[in-house]
Structure formats: structure tokens, C-alpha cells
Nanobody
Framework: QVRLVESGGGLIQSGQSPLLSCVASVRTFCMAWFRQAPGSERKFLGL????????YYAAAVEGQITISRDVANNTLYLQLKSVKFEDTATYYCASATNYCSADEGTYDNWGQGTQVIVSS
């Protein structure tokens, strides 16, 4: 299975724009970001696929985040723009072998997550 390791989280001051990273052990067809706020369900943020080449954001967060992928280094990035307290959550990276969608069930592997705590 694919091993995914997220990093870049921590205690972030309101207004900052942290860059989260997800490094995969091997190249995969699709990689995506999700987040789960305390006491809430996990929500899809966006994805980056290779076949066909594409980038997709959840409408609720488009404009607030930027997802990019370094294919050569099997790394997916998530840039959070000017975070607010509401962005406090555990951010998860996931990969899919055959399909690419916003559904959690699409993904074969998940990272342990990186926690972002926004102080205001």
C-alpha cells in the first residue's frame, strides 16, 4: 500500500498562510486533501489527478486554498490562504489508484493527518 506522510501543521496565527505537504511513497493516479474540524465530519477540499491532468477544488473552499503537486517527488501541497479560527482542523492527505473524486470511498490510502490550530 501507499504510505502518505503529512507535515506543516502546528499552532498557526490567524492571518498566516501555512503550506502543508504530503509525501507519498510512490507515484499515484490521484491525490487529495481533506480536513476534519473538532466534532465535525471529514470534508473534501480538493484534488490533483494525473490521468487526465487536472485540478479540482471543493466550491466551499475555492479561492481560500491552493493545491499543487510535485509529481517527480510524489508530493502534494496545500496552501491555506490567510487562515481564520474556523480553519482549525486535522488535515488529511489521501491517494487513489484507479479513480479520482471528492468521495472518501474513492481513496485507497490515507495519511495520519497534520493538525492545524489557528490562534486568534
Amino acid at each position: 500500500q501507499v504510505r502518505l506522510v503529512e507535515s506543516g501543521g502546528g499552532l498557526i496565527q490567524s492571518g498566516q498562510s501555512p503550506l502543508l505537504s504530503c509525501v507519498a511513497s510512490v507515484r499515484t493516479f490521484c491525490m487529495a486533501w481533506f480536513r476534519q474540524a473538532p466534532g465535525s465530519e471529514r470534508k473534501f477540499l480538493g484534488l490533483r489527478n494525473l490521468r487526465p491532468d487536472g485540478l479540482y477544488y471543493a466550491a466551499a473552499v475555492e479561492g481560500q486554498i491552493t493545491i499543487s503537486r510535485d509529481v517527480a517527488n510524489n508530493t502534494l501541497y496545500l496552501q491555506l490562504k490567510s487562515v481564520k479560527f474556523e480553519d482549525t482542523a486535522t488535515y488529511y492527505c489521501a491517494s487513489a489508484t484507479n479513480y479520482c473524486s471528492a468521495d472518501e470511498g474513492t481513496y485507497d490510502n490515507w495519511g495520519q493527518g497534520t493538525q492545524v490550530i489557528v490562534s486568534s
